[in-house]
């Protein structure tokens, strides 16, 4: 009796320390948010491959089951399935414990240019090379002098009155494709803003950054953007990107979809 209430606890133990080691691993985003359909999507995360086993796991978008493609430690790669929809909560399941994706497939919510209508910037393009992520794009491709004032997208917007209230609660998010490095020079944000303190998110090139051709969303802490309370009287307001900086910058970058979306945990 002894020796089967032994086996029964070890048998206990082992499933438990399976279900602990499988609901380890964590999903901190998507690395392109409007990946493809039929493209590969890379997951971001931590102790992947030894917890999400394939077979046995499960990625889906909504309802709907993707394909694993590959496994890293820090990345999970899936296949985007033919009927993954805009707003398409993506879930893991793996090891008895189901984990969500932060932030939405294809999120569109207060989406403020997706340059498919109107004329906010010069740039718009639907330039085969570095080829869309979501209709038309602006590409810059040009050299940028040192300190000259670049506007590459500009309009006058309204937000909501949430986002306009408390800007900490939400990020600014947008797909960005360089082929050749960002790596001089200075991108400019601005809301209201004034080029330099007020209301402008400074993206300094101190670090080269450099998608390599290849389409990925970044992301920018609104708080750290609007310093100086927006006026909710205001139907709209103005909002631009511009480079402005130290440096020549020989820039051959595009982007897409700048939108204000809920922070998520």
């Known amino acids: 009796m002894k020796k089967a209430l032994s086996l029964t606890g070890m048998m206990l133990g082992g499933l438990a320390m399976g279900f602990a080691q499988s609901s380890s691993f964590t999903l901190t985003k998507m690395l392109n948010e409007y990946a493809p359909v039929g493209s590969n999507m890379v997951i971001i995360g931590s102790q992947l491959k030894s917890n999400v086993v394939p077979g046995k796991a499960k990625v889906l978008f909504g309802s709907t089951e993707a394909a694993i493609v590959r496994l890293t430690d820090d990345s999970l790669y899936v296949k985007v399935p033919e009927n993954a929809q805009s707003g398409n909560t993506i879930k893991v399941l793996a090891g008895g414990t189901e984990k969500t994706v932060p932030y939405q497939y294809k999120d569109k919510r207060n989406m403020i240019f997706d340059f498919e209508s109107g004329s906010v910037s010069e740039f718009t393009t639907k330039s085969s090379k570095p080829g869309a992520i979501d209709g038309k794009y602006i590409r810059v491709e040009k050299e940028i002098p040192s300190w000259s004032v670049i506007d590459f997208v500009q309009g006058n917007v309204p937000l909501p009155a949430d986002v306009v209230k408390n800007p900490e609660n939400y990020v600014f998010k947008f797909e960005v494709n360089t082929l050749k490095p960002f790596d001089a020079n200075m991108i400019k944000f601005m809301i209201d ?29 609104l708080g750290k953007m609007i310093n100086t309370p927006l006026k909710e ?33």
């Open 233 to 265: 009287s205001s139907a709209k307001h103005k909002v631009k990107f511009s480079y402005h900086g130290n440096g020549i910058l020989d820039a051959d970058m595009s982007f897409d979809n700048f939108r204000i979306v809920p922070k998520e945990d």
């Open 193 to 221: 803003g004034d080029y330099h303190e007020v209301n402008t998110y400074l993206w300094k090139s101190r670090q080269t950054f450099d998608t390599r051709g290849q389409w990925q969303t970044f992301s920018i802490d």
